[in-house]
């Protein structure tokens, strides 16, 4: 079976884009919402508190829409290299709240249509030298990076709570 390229179904493609994009920070957001704020600023046991996973999955979905590394104009409220996990720990006042959280998804969510719109899913290389991806691949590795760190939040959500996350499934 001869699968569609880009080029022969750019629209189609692009929407489908768009919507696992809206679908995967709706479970994004529920994790962010639904968090106490005890568990907020919690790192036990891991590698990483809950705000800096969720900072961390906004920041490479803002990133990663880009048509490249030195695209990004970014957000107004970043601070630092708060979206390295594995990066020291953020000084008290630098730690975004809940709040900011929410905002800066609603910032990624309101530039995706543009973003999408004006990038070429055909490329071959997707603007991103550490990754030898085409760019429709790699805005659905992007897509599926978002969901990974939705579901660590939603693991830890379900172990302090009892409560998961709902599965998103088209335009949210």
Known sequence: MTRPTPQQCPTEIAAVVKAQ????LSMMQQAIQQCPDSLWLSGAGHDAPYWRIAFHGLFYTHFYLQKDRNSLDRWSKHRGQLQDLSGPPAAPDDVYTRAEA?????????????????MDLSAGDCGFPWYNLGKLEHQINNIRH??????????RLRSATGKGLDWTMGPA
């Open 102 to 118: 929410m905002e800066y998804l609603e910032f990624c969510h309101a530039i995706i249509d543009k973003c999408v719109d004006t």
């Open 146 to 155: 978002i969901q990974h760190h939705a579901g660590q939040l939603g693991d």
């Open 21 to 24: 994009y809206r679908a995967a």
